[in-house]
């Protein structure tokens, strides 16, 4: 059976400026094909160059979407694949944050006392990195949490709306989860239930946020796994892009990976970015390492590390959790602000600038 296949990019996978020669706007690539010796072959009707069964031509992505296709001359037979530039996604980073919840408890308890949602501790440290360099944030939250006397979303107040606005261009809010219990609560959930509790957190961030605040496209499901149907619940709410670590086979258990098989997450882990056709989902990768575990002198290392075995995925999603930052917490770490400031220098001395997913990607053009 004669092979006819592309080797380099793969079908529905994001390509950044890493990946080719920028030239203007568009970007230049190399592109291999699989195949049997001696075919005569053309991509795009541009002729490829054989060498042995490999055979390559240059390639220029001039949109978002490109399509590619690969077709023999002699035979007609044909290959094609679609492949996605983003011109803006490369040496771009963002900071998210994870079960999120007890500072919005916090700022409800004290709404008669605080006259800036920035008297929070927790809210005083995004802010004083956002300042010192720029940072974007994008904080998952909870509907609801059982702590200290219970809480839920309804009962945040308005009153600091248009503070939330003000703040908007580097501070967003999205959907993560009902509450932290119990564990991967979509990994088994079903469309009605996650449409439920998607639109019950939404519907709250809208009301004491505003929509300037809410981060309706991109979100991070608690704890990373869900079946299709969940998938299909929030996509049906208006989310087009999740992240996470897209590790198939992980020794703990924790693979992060959505619904994701195997294939699709050894594409992940090479290109970054995925676009799930089916699904219409974009899935994008944790890029760095863990900035909350090892050592804070590790940091650094650990991104470098990140930077060498994924040469094709330049963008920088960093994520801690919201609990680590309180002394209570029983994995509470004391070193939580040098972590911020560790992750996000190293992002800035290597020329890295912060943007949201939504500015990286046009959803409109997928």
């Known amino acids: 059976m004669k ?50 069964n490999k055979y390559t031509v240059k390639a220029l992505l001039t949109e978002q979407k490109n399509t590619l296709n690969v077709r023999d001359t002699e035979t007609e037979e044909c290959v094609s694949i679609t492949v996605y530039y983003l011109k803006n996604a490369h040496k771009k980073y963002r900071f998210s944050l994870d079960d999120n919840i007890w500072f919005l408890q916090n700022l409800a308890k004290n709404k008669d006392v605080y006259t800036s949602v920035f008297e929070d501790p927790y809210l005083t440290l995004l802010k004083t990195m956002h300042d010192r360099y720029g940072t974007k944030f994008h904080l998952n939250i909870y509907y609801e949490c059982p702590e200290f006397g219970g809480f839920n979303l309804t009962e945040m107040p308005e009153r600091f709306k248009d503070e939330w606005r003000g703040n908007a261009d580097w501070l967003r809010f999205s959907f993560h989860a009902n509450a932290n219990l119990p564990d991967r609560p979509y990994a088994y959930a079903d469309y009605a239930q996650t449409k439920f509790e998607y639109e019950r957190v939404a519907e709250q961030i809208l009301r004491f946020a505003g929509e300037e605040a809410f981060a309706d496209s991109v979100t991070t499901i608690h704890w990373g796994d869900a079946t299709v149907d969940a998938v299909r619940a929030v996509r049906s709410c208006g989310i087009r892009a999740m992240v996470g670590s897209f590790r198939w086979a992980d020794p703990k258990g924790v693979s992060i990976r959505y619904h994701l098989n195997a294939e699709q997450c050894a594409l992940m882990n ?23 575990h090892g050592t804070l002198s590790g940091l650094h290392d650990s991104y470098d590390l990140f930077c060498t075995q994924h040469p094709l995925y330049t963008f920088r999603e960093f994520c801690v959790h919201e609990q680590y930052f309180y002394p209570h917490y029983s994995a509470y770490m004391p070193d939580y602000y040098e972590r911020f400031d560790t992750a996000i220098r190293w992002a800035v001395e290597h020329g890295y600038q912060p943007a949201f997913v939504s500015e990286i990607i046009d959803f409109d053009k997928l």
Do not use: W
């Open 270 to 292: 090479i290109y970054g970015f995925y676009y799930d056709r089916a699904e219409d989902m974009v899935f994008f990768k944790y890029g760095g390492g863990s900035t909350q």
């Open 3 to 52: 092979i006819l296949e592309f080797a380099f990019p793969a079908d529905c996978v994001m390509l950044t400026d890493a990946a080719g020669k920028r030239i203007g706007d568009s970007l230049q690539i190399t592109c291999i094909i699989h195949a049997d010796p001696g075919r005569k072959l053309e991509l795009n009707g541009i002729p490829c160059v054989p060498s042995g």
